[in-house]
């Protein structure tokens, strides 16, 4: 389709439009294309970007050099190009499956190239199908087989395909060389309560440990099947309460660097003992069941007094050093009010500092050993535990695990540092780095006399800080460095937990600087195959697995008793990895209990934040909209897709609303968001029929439909109920009631009712 008529097909379908919305390249396995690591000797044109590995490349050569004995001059390059349609990157579009999920027997062909090939090769197409049906056509005429093999949209028809500018552009944003591409995220998890924690052992079995703030850690492995007893169960020691936003709880966990041989791993968390404290402790994996702990074992580190229950940090990483890192934060309250220059300023607490500590030995009085090399090991008063100070509350840190062809990258440790009143900054930690905090809140001043002060002298600058017009709590993400999305390599992914958004920083190798992005989420043109363009919107935490996959870790009600956290992974829809070198050797896992396989979200259970359904009816490749058409619609069945839910129906017709009518006999697929009972959004239900009509609100770029639109049909006659939307369901659709109109429509029967909308119909039903 033309860019205008894209751009029109997802005003029309209710899609909010997040830079460009027409169509994106997609293979046969409805994946997106890649980079194969070898280049394709057989369809060589699609050897820099395309759907084929050099495996099955190899298999197309074959199927050719089986047939080519057959085949005149003439007609050896038609059967080439049409074998290797495969291979494009549009694949699944040019064989009319990226709906049906059904591939016609051969690719789309323009009209002349197809006329052109069934005239002079109509001894080929046998050849290429079997299909009975497609060699009756030819068998009458090469335009009966050509209109047959036509699929709907033109614009994908091979080969005017290579020479499209609009599909030409998007193949430049699939293939890493513009900004302008929008993520989706794959749900992996959910029924968690407010998921804070998402890390790998390390150890060659990809499971990911998903660690809940009320003590207890699970097991998934990659298929996201879930180990019914928890890995960890320490909830009855655990300082928390189920207040929204209470920051205490068990708030980090990782694993020692050699977890695959020593089994140890290290937890922090809140506690009570005569008063608020964090504690840092050694845990161990049982010997007999790789996915439980030991519950006897524990080994306490340190222990920090915390003064109040904010502000409690709680990352603890291992560096590529091999040395453990502990992210405390100022010890709460506000303005970080202890002593003369706060908490993070002074180098004599343990408070608003990154530490560093060897977990591998011991030393005189502690039960970890101080690295030689940390940075205030002479300072007077200094704290020895001490790499870095004059923080306010890190909350979430990675490591960089570098590019995996050059390196570059590895072992930068980045944080978010969530601020005070005006700004969130995210940092690189340095050995011996001041951060400048109570002086300083990102590049602005905080407090006016520290600015001037000697203590902030060799201040360490963000990378990046926005103010709270734009978000007003970060989380710290990481630098993506899986294989699935290679556009994101080097991309630091985070985003902020009050407004739900997502970041990148982009780094300018040769200067140094960062460059932020706004990260779009793609609508359900994009977001299909299981990928969905939507999350809950609190970001708690973000995770990465044992392939560098980063993964978001949110809920809707931010109390450690609901039930309504959720992982997803993101996923770049336009460009995957290679699947011969993302493909990966995974360590046997022994199912030591229970499990339970992955199941998308329960209907009704959807934060109301996503939209409500908004309705077009797609028949034969072709477009109708509410704002023309009205449906008569039967309900024969549905099959949930994670969070959405899919209906099946028979449209027995559609109407125009100027009483022409068009008639057809069809099945489609509606797309339904259920949502919470409080939300009041359509619900179809199986075995009734419905009249359906809409509304575009050009104004706010969206199709609305609502409970007054839809209707039931009670004894042979039809009827439109009206019923208002909360506000909590969708702040765009109009809360202003038209006043109590008379509404004619049907059989000149008249209703009065109060829409949310006028549409006027008469007499539209035959």
């Known amino acids: 389709m033309s860019k205008a008529n894209a751009v029109l097909f997802c005003f029309l379908t209710g899609l909010t439009i997040i830079q460009h919305c027409w169509a994106h ?3 046969l396995d409805y994946y997106p294309p890649f980079r194969p690591s070898r280049n394709s000797v057989f369809c060589s044109e699609y050897s820099d970007f395309g759907c084929c590995t050099s495996v099955r490349d190899e298999q197309i050569r074959q199927e050719y050099n089986k047939i080519e004995s057959s085949l005149s001059e003439e007609c050896k390059d038609y059967a080439k190009a049409i074998l290797c349609q495969e291979c494009s990157p549009y694949a699944s ?38 299909d009975p049906i497609v060699l009756s056509w030819i068998e009458i005429s090469a335009e009966r087989f050509c209109d047959g093999i036509a699929i709907g949209d033109v614009d994908y028809c091979y080969p005017d395909i290579l020479t499209n500018t609009d599909l030409y ?10 900004e302008d591409g929008c993520l989706c995220v794959e749900e992996f998890a959910n029924g968690l309560r407010n ?10 079995t990809h499971r990911l440990f998903v660690a809940e703030q009320r003590g207890k850690v699970y097991v998934y492995l990659r298929n996201g099947t879930k180990f019914v007893e928890p890995f960890l169960d320490i909830e009855d020691r655990i300082l928390t309460s189920s207040r929204r936003g209470d920051e205490r709880g068990f708030l980090g966990i990782a694993f020692h660097p050699d977890y695959k041989n020593n089994g140890r791993f290290f937890v922090y968390y809140s506690i009570y003992e005569s008063n608020q404290k964090i504690r840092i402790s050694e845990m161990r994996v049982m010997d007999t069941d790789m996915n439980r702990a030991d519950p006897d074992f524990e080994r306490i580190l340190l222990e920090i007094d915390e003064p109040a229950p904010n502000h409690n940090g709680g990352q603890v990483l291992f560096g590529t050093d091999g040395y453990m890192y502990l992210f405390v934060g100022d010890g709460g309250r506000g303005g970080d009010p202890f002593g003369e220059y706060g908490n993070g300023l002074n180098l004599g607490t343990l408070l608003g500092s990154v530490l560093r500590i060897d977990v591998d030995r011991e030393e005189v009085g502690l039960p970890y050993g101080i690295p030689p090399d940390n940075p205030f090991i002479d300072v007077p008063f200094a704290r020895n535990e001490t790499y870095a100070y004059g923080t306010r509350n890190m909350w979430r840190c990675s490591v960089d695990r570098g590019d995996h062809i050059t390196g570059v990258g590895k072992g ?5 540092d969530v601020g005070q009143n005006k700004y969130e900054e995210i940092d690189i930690i340095v050995k011996g780095g001041n951060y400048g905090w109570r002086a300083r809140e990102g590049f602005s001043c905080y407090d006016s006399e520290l600015c001037e002060d000697e203590f902030i002298s060799n201040e360490i600058l963000p990378i990046h800080a926005y103010p709270h017009s734009v978000g007003k709590s970060v989380t710290g993400g990481y630098v993506y460095r899986g294989c699935q999305s290679p556009n994101l390599n080097g991309h630091y992914i985070f985003g902020d937990f009050v407004n739900g958004k997502l970041f990148k920083l982009i780094e300018n190798e040769m200067t140094g600087e960062w460059t932020n992005l706004d990260i779009c989420m793609g609508d359900e043109s994009i977001c299909n195959n299981g990928l969905i363009g939507t999350y809950p919107s609190k970001i708690l935490s973000f995770g990465e697995d044992e392939s560098g996959e980063v993964y978001i870790l949110s809920t809707d009600y931010e109390s450690n008793t609901h039930y309504g956290g959720k ?4 996923v770049d829809p336009a460009r995957r990895g290679n699947p011969e070198e993302c493909d990966v050797d995974q360590s046997d ?10 199941e998308p979200s329960e209907p009704g259970k959807v934060p109301c934040h996503s939209r409500c359904p908004s309705f077009g009816v797609k028949v034969n490749r072709k477009l109708f909209c509410s704002m023309d058409y009205a449906f008569k619609i039967k309900v024969v069945g549905r099959k949930w897709y994670s969070h959405e839910r899919r209906v099946k129906v028979d449209v027995d017709a559609v109407y125009r609303l100027n009483d022409s009518i068009v008639n057809f006999d069809n099945s489609m697929f509606l797309w339904v968001q259920d949502k919470a009972a409080h939300c009041k959004c359509p619900r179809l239900s199986v075995g009734r029929t419905y009249f359906i009509a809409g509304k575009y609100d050009f104004k706010k770029r969206r199709f609305i439909v609502t409970e007054s639109t839809v209707s039931r049909k009670w004894n042979d006659k039809w009827a439109i109920k009206s019923r208002s939307y909360s506000p909590k369901c969708r702040k765009d659709t109009p809360q202003t009631i038209i006043q109590e109109t008379s509404f004619s429509f049907f059989h000149n029967l008249t209703y009065s009712f109060r829409p949310l909308f006028n549409i006027k119909i008469h007499n539209i039903l035959p």
């Open 169 to 178: 552009y998007q193949l430049v944003v699939a293939d890493g060389n513009s």
């Open 25 to 27: 390249p997609q293979c």
């Open 589 to 598: 896992v022994s199912a030591g209990g229970p499990t339970v396989h992955f």
């Open 93 to 130: 579009h040019i064989f009319d499956a990226e709906l049906t999920r059904v591939k016609t027997a051969l690719p789309g062909l323009c009209t002349d190239y197809c006329i052109n090939f069934a005239t002079q090769c109509p001894h080929v197409i046998s050849l290429l199908t079997d």
């Open 567 to 570: 992982v997803f992974k993101i």
């Open 195 to 204: 998921p804070l924690a998402g890390v790998h052992a390390g150890d060659g």
């Open 412 to 416: 930068r440790i980045f944080c978010g």
